[in-house]
């Protein structure tokens, strides 16, 4: 019989994500057969991967990431249903990997919540027909009181998958204790009895400073304190956007390689109103010497080697929040290397078609920031595909060769409007200075990485520190951060 652990947290960004990778990752160290699951997720970070049939189909990065954490091919259905937040209170509603719509909150969970659930208890039976342990993760609060006749991640996961229920808190945001009372208190009596042991997260100190509370909250609540989490990143993908810089603050990301300010460079990334697929540029902040720095719209280039615009759930109204802030100016006489990602290439152009079709209000034609000479014309029909290209570098990436992998998520078809070079196929377009593509997941092929990389260093006039070869070692710091600090035999999990 399938065993079932739901992580679930007293709030969103408490370590979910890492805990449930830390776990698939170790158990499949032992040769466990295990399986990520996450019911219903809210993320514009998303990976194109194969439905049930075979077909193209988007997930949130988290569970992505899990999977290969856990050895498995991903599917959607470790997330069956995924919303995409595009602004005025609307999402994107994804099942199975199929974008069904935008809806308000409201008329999601009036008209469509049904079919989510129905979609959510398909997908984690299959995956439990095929897996020995399933590590399904909550959403947000588990005790949101208002949600729980309808909460999808965690509530009903509990209940559908006979899972048992291992509770974070994060002690770093002050309150730990009582949010964690609170929490255990606001449970439906049928999620609370599931509780298995609660966790501490993200402690920095000296872990013998919390004895007399947690025996106070134990003697409380009956719930056993099975871990203390020490503060630590291991380097897995961010899920959504509360790891980012709010909209008007900056940001940097890398830098904290032993490579002194004075050999480093700075690659400025706009920090779009509704910027998605920002784990795109993760594999560049971990590159020794390259110092990803997160701009305010109303920021500033000066500082800058070379800028990357990502993507964006929203690129007409992100476009013209842009104009509107002054930085596309500043982006249009920049004399850097420049590169957009899928959202961003839309940007460059010169200009964008049907823009209605994607924008919260109603807009025909919108003029592009004029870095390449493409335009994008926009259809109401999504494109997903997971793609290899090959690499004939130009502009911003001379030299790269061979071919790159990755995957692409988008509304808008963009065209040429006069020669251009497609250095990455026939989906994208380069100058000798700009570089616009549809491949999510560029920069973590190492060749073309690189090739940016020593652009941006020619530009800036400096030498490349060496650097050492790639090694994914995240997820197994993710895993021994689980085996070191959590009671695994409390947890049913022990070898």
């Known amino acids: 019989m399938t065993e079932t652990l739901l992580v679930a947290g007293t709030a969103s960004h408490v370590g979910k994500s890492t805990v449930a990778a830390g776990l698939c990752r170790l158990l499949a160290r032992r040769g466990v057969a295990v399986a990520p699951y996450k019911a219903q997720n809210m993320s514009n970070n998303a990976r194109v991967v194969a439905t049930p049939d075979g077909d193209p189909g988007e997930i949130g990065v988290s569970q992505y990431t899990q999977a290969r954490a856990a050895g498995v091919t991903p599917t959607t259905d470790v997330n069956p249903v995924l919303l995409k937040p595009r602004g005025d209170a609307e999402s994107q509603l994804v099942v199975q990997g199929e974008a069904v719509g935008h809806y308000e909150a409201g008329t999601y969970y009036e008209e469509h919540w049904e079919r989510a659930r129905d979609a959510a208890v398909e997908s984690y039976e299959r995956l439990a027909r095929e897996h020995d342990v399933v590590i399904a993760e909550g959403a947000g609060s588990i005790a949101e009181i208002n949600l729980h006749d309808r909460d999808l991640a965690n509530v009903e996961t509990a209940r559908f998958a006979d899972a048992d229920v291992l509770l974070l808190v994060d002690i770093e945001r002050g309150g730990a204790f009582a949010s964690l009372y609170g929490t255990l208190e606001l449970l439906p009596e049928s999620v609370r009895e599931r509780v298995v042991g609660a966790a501490i997260t993200k402690f920095r100190g000296d872990p013998a400073l919390l004895e007399a509370g947690i025996e106070e909250i134990e003697s409380r609540t009956g719930v056993p304190i099975v871990g203390v989490l020490p503060y630590d990143d291991p380097g897995l993908p961010a899920e959504d956007s509360v790891s980012l810089p709010a909209a008007g603050d900056t940001a940097v990301r890398g830098g904290d390689d032993g490579v002194p300010a004075t050999r480093s460079v700075t690659v400025a990334v706009p920090r779009l109103p509704h910027i998605s697929n920002f784990t795109d540029l993760e594999p560049l902040a971990a590159e020794p010497g390259v110092r990803v720095r997160y701009v305010p719209l109303d920021g500033s280039l000066a500082d800058a080697d070379a800028v990357v615009i990502p993507g964006t759930k929203n690129t007409v109204d992100d476009l013209l929040a842009l104009r509107e802030a002054g930085l596309d100016a500043a982006i249009e006489a920049f004399d850097g290397p420049i590169v957009g990602l899928c959202g961003g290439y839309q ?149």
Not at 372 to 398: M, N, Q
């Open 347 to 495: 940007l460059l152009g010169e200009r964008v078609l049907n823009a209605g079709v994607e924008s919260t209000d109603d807009h025909d034609t919108v003029r592009g920031l004029g870095c390449l000479p493409v335009e994008t014309r926009f259809r109401a029909d999504k494109h997903l595909e997971r793609v290899t290209v090959p690499v004939d570098g130009a502009g911003p990436i001379a030299g790269a060769t061979g071919t790159a992998s990755g995957y692409e998520i988008h509304m808008g078809r963009t065209t040429p409007v006069e020669d251009v070079a497609h250095p990455l196929g026939d989906e994208s377009a380069a100058t000798d200075r700009v570089l616009g593509t549809y491949l999510h997941g560029l920069f973590e092929n190492r060749g073309v990485r690189r090739a940016f990389r020593d652009a941006v260093y020619d530009h800036a006039g400096r030498r490349p520190p060496e650097s050492a070869a790639p090694s994914d070692t995240a997820f197994d710091r993710a895993a021994d951060l689980v085996a070191d600090n959590l009671d695994l035999g409390r947890l049913g999990l022990a070898p």
